[in-house]
């Protein structure tokens, strides 16, 4: 099975690897990807991995809007773009969490008027 250089060996990895991913139906134009890419991917997602521990053991509240970067974008765009990426993300993200917050808050100032209302007739009616 390995002939000289073990280049057979390669491919046949290659290929195992690309049909168990699903590559092929992937739209991801494979000339963007760099010679290096699925090492630097494995690297990047073990120290994502890293990172999300650590974030997860912080008291503070995560947004259920929060969406992960994509795979393309981890191994083609560096530390400053992906910083840019999730620094968007969260704009967008808290100006969501603000508008769910005012609105909750609105309905909590009604539901606290409502309950002053009844309060307010009932001492009118003693």
Do not use: C
């Not at 168990?20 to 120290?47: C, M, R, Y």
């Not at 999730?86 to 309950?115: A, P, Q, T, V």
């Amino acid at each position: 099975m390995i002939s000289s250089g073990g280049i057979r060996v390669h491919t046949h990895s290659a290929f195992a690897l690309g049909y168990e991913a699903g590559i092929n139906k992937g739209t991801i134009d494979g000339n963007l990807v760099p010679p290096s890419g699925l090492i630097t991917f494995v690297q990047k997602g073990i120290q994502y991995l890293e990172l999300e521990a650590t974030a997860s053991n912080d008291d503070t509240d995560m947004d259920e809007d929060f969406q992960f970067l994509q795979p393309i974008d981890l191994i083609t765009k560096d530390v400053y773009e992906l910083h840019k990426i999730i620094k968007e993300k969260k704009k967008k993200s808290f100006g969501k969490k603000n508008i769910r917050e005012s609105i909750y808050k609105d309905s909590n100032d009604h539901e606290m008027e409502l309950e002053w209302e009844s309060a307010r007739e009932r001492e009118k009616e003693k």
